[in-house]
């Protein structure tokens, strides 16, 4: 081989070498908080990046307990999306120890976040189940794009067509489920968590009250006492319970009273993983909402009817 020959063999191998090594560093570890949010950033990074989540779904995002292998997860990634101390409390101090070398996207923070005030003993703080509002999803996906672009504009187009298509689907969204739940809107419900007010503000639904707090917990008997009577009173329909979380006295007060049980699901269990998941949970929803909801049910009626949202 001649001399210059091998000299531009060797050249283009350390070339190869250092861009392989490079395209490594590069790919980003994005890790995010609680499944639908996870969903958006699958969204937004489909093609680029290989996001992972932190808490389980079948957990309760408020009090979940972090493993050894969750905290290395915090630690080595290098942008990190949580709703914030409201939602994720048990997460709070492990971010700020941990994900030291992280971009850490506190989304409650921000203020594109459209924010339902909540009163609790302790006063007044904001509820946390933000994504439950289309308008906060579409609000979330820019701050994804955003937050994606600043650490790797090689990809900025991407991103931002990513970006594009899922606001599209999320507004699409929004206009099925106005017109899938307009039969169901006043009928009255009670929920068995207080996590669902950005959805019952959003499509103008007639939610009556809850059997435990907005951070799951028991609210105790007099509360019980007058939400049987709101129950009675109103002629509520149904009780809807969730997937995680534990509702011996939403069955019991269905068998006593003779009320509907319903389940709603903020958090996506057991739902396949792509860039439209954010849209199916809350078609999920819609479609709960309409099966407990609605005395006479179509059964040709489907929140995805009008237009087709591929999967
Ligand atoms: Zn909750």
């Given at each position: 081989m001649p001399p210059l020959k091998i000299i531009v063999t060797v050249i283009s191998l350390l070339l190869a070498g250092a861009h392989s090594t490079y395209a490594a560093a590069k790919e980003l570890r994005v890790v995010a908080s609680i499944r639908p949010i996870y969903a958006l950033v699958l969204a937004v990074g489909d093609g680029v990046i290989t996001p992972q989540l932190l808490?389980?779904?079948?957990?309760?995002a408020h009090d979940f307990q972090l493993r050894a292998s969750d905290a290395k997860m915090i630690e080595k990634s290098d942008i990190l999306f949580w709703v914030g101390p409201e939602m994720e409390k048990s997460l709070a101090k492990s971010i700020a120890t941990l994900a030291t070398g992280a971009d850490v996207?506190?989304?409650?923070?921000?203020?594109s976040i459209a924010l339902i005030p909540y009163d609790d003993s302790d006063g007044s703080a904001p509820d946390p189940h933000i994504w439950l509002a289309t308008r906060n999803a579409v609000a979330i996906v820019d701050i994804i794009s955003k937050t994606l672009i600043n650490s790797d504009p090689g990809n900025k187009s991407i991103y931002e067509k990513n970006a594009k298509v899922a606001k599209n689907r999320i507004k699409s969204l929004k206009r099925q489920m106005v017109k899938f739940l307009k039969p169901v809107k006043d009928v009255p419900f009670v929920t068995q968590?207080?996590?669902f007010s950005y959805l019952v503000r959003e499509f103008g639904l007639n939610q009556r009250g809850n059997i435990v707090d907005i951070q799951g917990s028991d609210a105790g008997a007099k509360h019980i006492v007058e939400l049987k009577k709101i129950i009675k009173d109103e002629q509520v329909k149904c009780i809807f319970t969730e997937p995680q979380m534990t509702s011996q006295m939403a069955i019991s007060i269905s068998t006593d009273m003779g009320v509907r049980l319903g389940e709603l699901d903020a958090m996506g269990v057991d739902m396949d993983e792509s860039p439209t998941l954010y849209v199916r949970i809350m078609q999920k929803n819609a479609r709960a909402l309409l099966k407990c909801l609605n005395s006479r049910p179509n059964p040709g009626q489907n929140p995805g009817d009008d237009a087709p949202i591929a999967k």
């Open positions: 808490m389980p779904e079948s957990a309760s996207v506190t989304l409650m923070g921000d203020q968590h207080d996590g």
